[in-house]
């Protein structure tokens, strides 16, 4: 069944109440997906050349100073390092592929769960309200953010098939839904170089969109032509560094619904979440319709 929510500000006099408005927009969507739950934000942009690397480790006392350390060390720079519950995020001197490898060769124990500019993805299992609390989402800010509460119907209750995804530098997506083609289509795009952490079929959709973005598309085109090339149904909340989108399939069974003010876009599963936001009694209330990107930008 699951839940997504995603919130865009319009207006960066607004960034501090980010996370003070996506909390409660989380936790209404617990019923829907009870098992565990992610986020992702768009903050604190690292400096020019930098790259930020949101990793995670199973074990709450990791030793992630030894990363720092380590990467520090391997790039010849400090390693501005900040631990949050389970995950720590990371601003390098390094490019994604040397970060990469480095990792793997270092602390293959360790998962990537995002790398970009601003992007930061943190998933736990658990209630939302119990991971909305833990990482103190209501005092986080920023410009944008995504959010998902899953109910594991196919696989084991684990953080690898929790959502956001993430395939790309800042890119990241979460999905109501399921793809009957990703076995066959990760297969293609892994033969593109594309890598996979999970067998996810969530996973599979943000890669796709990251290999058409490679080729050029833009966000808007790579999500049209993936209604010609996922086969399934779904509902896909996306997140880049300047925007959000929002996408259903053709058919359009599963659940959403949009709302627009001057000062944020909204959406999500069920109006509940929305509900509860400053002016939402006044927004532009719609359905997203069928096979129809929808899709907001900072610029």
Not at 113 to 121: K, L, Q
Not at 144 to 171: C, I, K, W
Not at 224 to 253: K, M
Request: proline letters at 4%.
């Amino acid at each position: 069944m699951c839940g997504i929510v995603g919130l865009f500000l319009k207006q960066e006099s607004l960034e501090p109440s980010l996370g003070e408005w996506l909390e409660p927009m989380l936790v209404a969507m617990a019923d829907r997906g009870p098992d565990s739950a992610g986020f992702a934000i768009y903050h604190d942009p690292a400096p020019d050349g930098a790259l930020k690397l949101t990793l995670y480790h199973p074990d709450a006392g990791f030793d992630w100073e030894a990363i720092a350390e380590g990467l520090g060390t391997a790039f010849a720079g400090n390693v501005n390092l900040h631990v949050r519950v389970t995950h720590a995020v990371m601003v390098v001197n390094a490019t994604e592929s040397e970060a990469r490898a480095w990792l793997r060769r270092h602390f293959p124990d360790v998962r990537i769960t995002s790398v970009g500019a601003e992007i930061e993805i943190y998933k736990e299992k658990g209630l939302p309200d119990d991971v909305a609390e833990s990482y103190a989402i209501r005092h986080l800010t920023g410009s944008h953010a995504l959010a998902h509460t899953r109910m594991a119907t196919e696989s084991a209750v684990t953080t690898e098939h929790s959502h956001p995804f993430s395939t790309g530098r800042d890119l990241c997506l979460v999905h109501n839904g399921s793809l009957s083609n990703h076995n066959r289509l990760r297969s293609e795009l892994e033969r593109h170089g594309m890598t996979f952490q999970t067998d996810n079929d969530s996973e599979v959709a943000a890669g796709y969109l990251t290999h058409r973005m490679a080729e050029g598309a833009s966000l808007e085109e790579a999500l049209q032509s993936s209604l010609d090339d996922l086969d399934g149904f779904f509902t896909f909340a996306i997140g880049t560094r300047d925007g959000f989108a929002v996408l259903r399939d053709g058919i359009a069974c599963k659940p959403a619904v949009l709302a627009e003010t001057d000062q944020w876009v909204a959406m999500a599963s069920e109006y509940r979440s929305i509900a509860h936001l400053p002016g939402a009694s006044a927004a532009q209330i719609w359905e997203p319709a069928p096979a129809t990107v929808y899709a907001w930008s900072r610029n």
